[in-house]
């Protein structure tokens, strides 16, 4: 099959593997009809690449055709339309059962101490390749894959496997009170979604920030108050005067680990980057790396006694919080990858109805074959990328 190939930083090759097959009885096999690029794969494309290994398949955003499943699987069937969740989970263990799913104890990655397996994450996360390819071994697949009816395109559910989960644990996590306000820093696939979300579910002031300036005002289209945090003007005045003068009741980072406009950040990123892949590996979880420009941006935003909900990825093992601030405003914090099976059935009205505007939310539906450009404009913000979803071209017979 097609697949899109880990190679190295920034190297990123659509080749032909080997197809996947059934090696669990609880395994099934799917036939990938749309795929997107997050910007969780960014983090792989670069700073996280130290715990790649050369030919990981990438992506874990997939949907599709249920193909063949394990003698252990009943709930899916060949023939079926189904979405795969990023995460990959048993559906009965403790953690499971208490709704989160992406810490599942059937799954859970022990050797490096990290929570569920996930889909085209590195070793780090189970070493399981990714959904950025014509097919896709799932394991735990009588429990993960989301039916889906026939009919509505693919733009309708393929988001249900990461982008609306995610951003609707989000404002759960963010506990905006009844008319109250939230401020989302980065409005990538993920803040413009919880932006959205926010909005749908009633917030009376939801604040758009960041540097892009399209993905500014494809926010401020939809109703979002939008603050351009590239321009000199300084956003934690901006924002508390939109918010009498408290700042917002929730803050959402959308951002995470790769945020721009802090040099040192940026400074940080290049050496491990640059660094042999042994070292860079242990300057990522032992050393104290400043990556938290957004995370430090939100608990300066947000209102004393308010909640920063953190969707963003972080990867640092002992960078430094402002204990001060946080305790000194009073801070609620929340933060974790979402359980996506959690929240599966406050989404499914949503994805039937769209009042989201899911058909229209990607910009670009290219071929896989295009997956390394579209890697490098996606993570350069260019030519007005922001979700990308990838077709593989079906296979003649
Ligand atoms: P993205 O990279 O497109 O979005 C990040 C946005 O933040 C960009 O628009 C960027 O311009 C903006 N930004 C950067 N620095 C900023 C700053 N200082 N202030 C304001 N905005 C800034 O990616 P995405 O797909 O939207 O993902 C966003 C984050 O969510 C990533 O860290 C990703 O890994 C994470 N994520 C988490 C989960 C989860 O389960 N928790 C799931 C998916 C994605
Ligand atoms: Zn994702
Ligand atoms: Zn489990």
């Not at 003698?71 to 979405?83: F, H, L």
């Not at 559906?91 to 996930?118: D, I, K, P, Y």
């Not at 003007?233 to 929730?250: F, I, K, N, Q, Y």
């Amino acid at each position: 099959m097609r697949a899109a190939v880990w190679h190295g930083k920034r190297d990123v090759r659509v080749e032909t593997v080997p197809d996947p097959s059934l090696k669990e009885p609880t395994d099934a096999i799917i036939e990938i009809t749309t795929t997107g690029l997050c910007g969780s794969d960014l983090h792989l494309y670069t700073i996280l690449g130290a715990f790649m290994t050369e030919g990981d398949i990438l992506g874990h955003e997939g949907m599709g055709v249920v193909l063949e499943v394990g003698s252990d699987v009943t709930n899916i069937a060949p023939g079926d339309r189904v979405v795969v969740p990023f995460q990959i989970a048993c559906g009965h263990c403790f953690m499971c059962t208490s709704g989160l799913q992406t810490q599942c104890e059937t799954t859970q990655v022990r050797e490096h101490g990290t929570g569920a397996a996930l889909f085209g994450y590195s070793k780090l996360y189970g070493a399981v390749a990714g959904a950025q390819a014509e097919y896709l071994r799932v394991p735990e697949a009588d429990y993960g894959p989301i039916k889906v009816p026939e009919g509505p395109v693919d733009d309708r559910f393929v988001y249900l496997s990461d982008v609306l989960p995610t951003a609707w644990q989000a404002v759960e996590y963010a506990s905006i009170p009844p008319g109250g306000s939230v401020a989302v820093l980065g409005l990538g696939p993920i803040g413009d979604m919880a932006c959205r979300i926010a909005l749908h579910r009633g917030a009376e002031r939801v604040i758009g920030i960041d540097l892009v300036p399209e993905r500014l005002e494809r926010a401020r289209q939809r109703g979002v108050d939008v603050v351009d945090a590239s321009s000199n003007g300084d956003v934690v005045s901006e924002v508390r005067e939109l918010t009498a003068g408290r700042g917002p009741d929730a803050v959402i980072d959308a951002v995470g680990m790769e945020a721009h406009g802090s040099p040192v950040a940026h400074a940080a990123h290049r050496v491990v980057s640059i660094l042999p892949d042994a070292l860079a590996e242990r300057l990522m979880t032992r050393a104290g790396v400043d990556r938290l420009a957004a995370l430090h941006a939100a608990i300066e935003l947000v209102r004393r006694g308010g909640t920063v909900s953190i969707v963003g990825v972080y990867g640092g093992m002992t960078d430094p919080m402002p204990m001060m601030t946080l305790f000194d405003k009073q801070i609620q914090l929340r933060m974790g990858q979402a359980n996506v099976r959690r929240w599966v059935d406050d989404l499914m009205p949503l994805v039937a109805d769209d009042p989201l505007g899911l058909e229209d939310f990607a910009t670009h539906r290219l071929p896989l074959e295009q997956a390394p450009q579209a890697y490098a404009d996606f993570q350069a913000k260019r030519d007005g990328t922001v979700k990308v979803l990838f077709k593989p071209e079906p296979r003649a017979a």
